[in-house]
């Protein structure tokens, strides 16, 4: 029997800000978009910089999509955005991500993003070394 490798997730610990929470007493659905920006910031500009490596340049996202599984309410303790990669093209990638704690998946959400050439205007291909950084990620690999 083949066992498949288990899918190597980026880990982001966000706390819930007193500012993220609605009149309704959870976290806005619109700034659940701010938790998924923070964690991809950290996993493509932020950890690869630490690291000594270059950071992912000129990405757009070009389509989100967010299922909200439970209500987040104001809490201590961070919960995590989990981040991995699920599709590898030689323009775009999908990330897939799970906002959750120990116990609970409070948001399931995926990003289509395309690496853009800024001074041209215009979609370019994922360097070699932004696609071997990506397939660290990559489920099923």
Do not use: C
Request: net charge negative.
């Amino acid at each position: 029997m083949v066992q498949k490798t288990p899918v190597r997730r980026h880990i982001f610990p966000r706390m819930v800000r007193f500012a993220d929470i609605d009149s309704q007493g959870h976290v806005n659905n619109v700034r659940f978009f701010d938790y998924l920006e923070d964690a991809r910031l950290g996993m493509l500009h932020i950890d690869p910089y630490k690291a000594g490596d270059a950071p992912f340049k000129g990405l757009v996202v070009s389509r989100h999509e967010i299922d909200y599984r439970r209500p987040l309410t104001f809490r201590a303790d961070p919960v995590t955005v989990e981040t991995w990669v699920t599709e590898v093209r030689p323009v775009r990638f999908t990330l897939e991500y799970e906002i959750r704690d120990a116990d609970e998946v409070f948001v399931t959400a995926r990003s289509v993003l395309v690496a853009y050439d800024v001074d041209r205007g215009a979609p370019r291909r994922l360097e070699d070394d932004e696609l071997a950084y990506l397939h660290r990620y990559l489920a099923g690999e």
